[in-house]
């Protein structure tokens, strides 16, 4: 949002001294000491917990807020503006006034200077960090063991997204999407002097106004996004420009155009309604980027992984539970053209089309008569051979291989209220599993990702023929 209290409240000089030494992101709380969520002060330049730690920063807000009678002790007051603070990890800024992260600047451009040289400061301390690790390693006779303890070398080409403030749910997909390569190669592979022009040869772009620019490319930025993750240039990158670019432009999605997205998400469904009455049959095709799946009633918080009674639910029980014939309830009775009324009536979903990479939903929040939950139900998915010819509509026309899927990403959904928690995905890069966390990116397993807790899956057509377990 646009925030009007910038100009009375950032009053510190960029490259300020009072600022503490060595990485922002790593600064301390100066009341809690915690190093989690370090947010300074743009006025004063002191540094506090965010407020998803300890809230101390707003605590600084709120006291500077109390009234101060002047030396003339007349019934003038003053207040003292700590309004507006800057998250260290992710350089967004926040103003507790606006109650809301904030996208506009000074007049001066003060607000970006400061996250210039924060910036610069996280650089300097990650560049002398990775120069220290090295000699380390250089130096070390037990390189090999250190490789398998922190998997500081392994994992150094993985970057994280920093958190922009509740944008979790945001970095998990990106990083989801950054390890589908038929999606993620379209953008990498656009020029970006292209971009800039407006000339993608003959590629849609959209733009708008941002910071300073008259145009910015979705586009662009989300390229630039994609391509900062694998460079292993530094441990975290703020997607900070393409989530105010997403920020200013609503879906331009709409007008039904082919797109990227649909030709690497999209697929096809027919939709089969029969009026039980007079028999009619009423077919209609629905063209999706999702399957969003039940998880069956009798599974709900039964089972998970490690637990010995009672069934196991699996992903096909989810996708069965989609494509089975289901009678429709009273509150959804169909409109019959011979009957000429609403009957009762039952709708069966085929796949008439898959798509190139499969992204499958489970419903994990439902409501009950009186609020929403959380299913908190392990759902057992494979890692390779996903096959769905069996939810073909003409599977005799599909290839031996065309219906197996391999898992590319998973995103996970930490916490049990439906307006709180975290989220965190997996994805497949070369052949390695890695679990990125916001900023955070660790090398991980197999058996750690198949006893995930799955919010999303994306599974990727196999392209070539090799043996593997079927779901």
Known sequence: MECPHLG??????????????????????????????PWVCLTCSSVHCGRYVNGHAKKHYEDAQIPITNHKKTEKQEKVQHTVCMDCSSYSTYCYRCDDFVVNDTKLGLVQKVREHLQNLENSAFTSDRHRKRKLLENSSLNSKLLKVNGSTTALCATGL?????????????????????????????????????KTAGRRTYHTRSQ???????????????????????????????FYVVWKIMPNFRNGASTVVTAIFGGILQNEVNCL????????????????????????????????NGPMCTLRDCLRSFTDLEELDETELYMCHKCKKKQKSTKKFWIQKLPKVLCLHLKRFHWTAYLRNKVDTYVEFPLRGL???CYLLEPENSGPESCLYDLAAV?????????????????????????????????????TVVKAKAYILFYVERQAKSGSDKL
């Open 8 to 37: 009375s409240s950032v009053c510190i000089a960029p490259d300020s001294a009072k600022f503490p030494q060595g990485s922002p992101s790593s600064w301390c709380c100066s009341v809690c000491r915690s190093n989690k969520s």
């Open 162 to 198: 920093r958190n922009l403030g509740n944008t979790c749910f945001m970095n998990a997909i990106l990083q989801s999407l950054s390890n589908i390569q038929q999606f993620c190669c379209y953008f990498k592979e656009l020029p970006a002097v292209e971009l800039r022009n407006g």
């Open 212 to 242: 300073g620019d008259n145009n910015v490319s979705l586009v662009e930025e989300f390229r630039k996004t994609l391509c900062a993750l694998w460079q292993g240039s530094q441990t975290a990158f703020s997607p900070e420009s393409l």
């Open 277 to 308: 009455i007079c028999g009619t049959e009423s077919r209609k095709f629905d063209p999706f980027l999702d399957l969003s799946l039940d998880i069956p009633s009798q599974f709900r918080n039964k089972r998970t992984k490690n637990q010995e």
């Open 387 to 389: 096959d769905m010819k």
């Open 411 to 447: 995103v996970v959904h930490h916490g049990s209220g439906v307006g709180s928690g975290h989220y965190t995905a997996y994805a497949a890069h070369e052949g390695r599993w890695f679990h990125f966390n916001d900023s955070t990116v660790t090398l991980t397993d197999e058996e």
